[in-house]
């Protein structure tokens, strides 16, 4: 996979744990660590929408 973020743009719609700075972009855009970001991808897939919707359950308190 390309390092450049300008052809990897459709890849957003889901999140991959295996490069580094793709992880770091992940925690800066949902504001989490990135255990709490493994273990939603591990609960809910790496779809990007499943694991906003997620969050915004656990912040709401529907876990």
């Not at 925690?27 to 915004?56: H, I, K, P």
Request: charged fraction near 30%.
């Amino acid at each position: 996979m390309p390092d450049d973020k300008a052809e990897t743009g459709s890849d957003r719609r889901f999140i991959s744990l295996e490069q580094t700075d793709e992880v770091h972009d992940w925690m800066t855009s949902l504001g989490c660590s990135e255990e709490q970001l493994r273990e939603a991808v591990n609960t809910v897939g790496n779809s990007a929408d499943a694991v906003r919707q997620y969050f915004a359950a656990k912040r709401s308190g529907h876990s």
